[in-house]
T-cell receptor
Framework: ELKVEQNPLFLSMQEGKNYTIYCNYS?????LYWYRQDPGKSLESLFV?????AVKQEGRLMASLDTKARLSTLHITAAVHDLSATYFC?????????FGAGTRLTVKP | NAGVTQTPKFQVLKTGQSMTLQCAQD?????MYWYRQDPGMGLRLIYY???????DKGEVPNGYNVSRLNKREFSLRLESAAPSQTSVYFCASRPWNGGYGYTFGSGTRLTVV
């Protein structure tokens, strides 16, 4: 059975600092997704990573995928308060998608 | 351009009551999903419908039933609500080829007392 693990689960950052969120998964998959969720809101798609070595960047966020290591990272550069949210990774599992537990990110001034 | 529409947004039920959560998408997506979200557990799949006319169980199907009414609509029914079903429920859809992942509805916050 596919397991998806994220760490850390909670992350408190200072503005301007860099940090990385890790997503490990247990079985082979060719697609990995990152989503953002603001408190009380739905999930918003950030990135889709479709192959080994894929890298996507949007603003201060950069996601990468290593299918051999079954690992994806979400790197945050020079964090700003607006990035405070919960970030989920998810992996395709045949017909559906399995999610990590989420990383609650808080960016403090 | 509505995307995925869920109703209701909030609901309070008494233990043993029944209700149906409605979901409709207007993107011509083949696949539709119901997830529940509980603190610290991410999203867990309840049921899904890979295409019109088919439904399958996910990780946590007990206590729920679903109906894929047509290509647009996928409903989730709680026959006899229990406090353990207190959660936020999300409907999602995506194209047959996976596309760029799910489009989510806005969620239903359900409390069972």
């Amino acid at each position: 059975e596919l397991k998806v693990e994220q760490n850390p689960l909670f992350l408190s950052m200072q503005e301007g600092k860099n940090y990385t969120i890790y997503c490990n998964y247990s079985t082979t998959s060719d697609r990995l997704y990152w989503y953002r969720q603001d408190p009380g809101k739905s999930l918003e798609s950030l990135f889709v990573l479709l192959s080994n070595g894929a890298v996507k960047q949007e603003g201060r966020l950069m996601a990468s995928l290593d299918t051999k290591a079954r690992l994806s990272t979400l790197h945050i550069t020079a964090a700003v308060h607006d990035l405070s949210a919960t970030y989920f990774c998810a992996v395709d599992n045949n017909n559906d998608m399995r999610f990590g537990a989420g990383t609650r990110l808080t960016v403090k001034p | 351009n509505a995307g995925v529409t869920q109703t209701p947004k909030f609901q309070v039920l008494k233990t043993g009551q029944s209700m149906t959560l409605q979901c409709a998408q207007d993107m011509n997506h083949n696949s539709m999903y119901w997830y529940r979200q509980d603190p610290g557990m991410g999203l867990r799949l309840i049921y899904y419908s890979a295409s019109e006319g088919t439904t399958d169980k996910g990780e946590v199907p007990n206590g729920y039933n679903v109906s894929r009414l047509n290509k647009r609509e996928f409903s989730l029914r709680l026959e006899s609500a229990a406090p353990s079903q207190t959660s936020v429920y999300f409907c999602a859809s995506r194209p047959w080829n996976g596309g760029y992942g799910y489009t989510f509805g806005s969620g239903t916050r359900l409390t069972v007392v």
